[in-house]
């Protein structure tokens, strides 16, 4: 089984090319900075995550996500290589989008853009209640 789900802020708007095939299709590339849960000391609160949305996911990702935005994404992981000049093999590792979702309303993202703070990368993401692992059923808020 191969299935990847992350949530996290476009580090910048989606990068979008078409292929030269007869029949042009989108390619978006862009990274998610995806909170890390548990955090030791000095080393970094997110992980940079390379996602590419190829056809109408591509599109949808090039017309509508922009830097700074949460989002979340449904896909596959997929291990690409190739030997670059100096016979090296490279090594590059991304997400293929099967689905993509906004993470946030687009009211509280235009509010955000428009006070011109950057988006925290860690802490609490909006609109969603903490979880405590002790929690007993008679504590949740539903």
């Known amino acids: 089984m191969n299935k990847v789900i992350l949530m996290g802020r476009l ?13 042009p299709v989108a390619i978006a ?18 992980d940079f995550i390379n996602i ?4 109408k996911r591509g599109e949808f990702a090039e017309k509508y996500f922009r830097k700074g935005q949460m989002v ?9 290589t190739y030997d670059d000049p100096d016979g090296k093999r ?23 853009q428009r006070t011109s703070t950057p988006p925290p990368i860690s ?6 209640y903490p979880i405590n692992e002790s929690l007993e059923d008679d504590d949740l808020p539903f």
């Open 11 to 23: 580090t910048k708007d989606p990068e979008v090319r078409y292929s030269q095939s007869a029949d």
């Open 29 to 46: 590339r862009y990274t998610l900075a995806v909170n890390r849960v548990f955090k030791r000391e000095g080393e970094p609160d997110a």
């Open 52 to 55: 590419v949305a190829l056809g």
């Open 72 to 80: 979340g994404v449904v896909g596959r992981l997929q291990v690409r």
């Open 90 to 112: 490279q090594w590059f590792t991304e997400v293929l989008v099967e689905e993509q979702h906004f993470a946030e309303s687009k009211g509280s993202f235009e509010n955000q």
């Open 123 to 128: 802490g609490e993401a909006e609109g969603f």
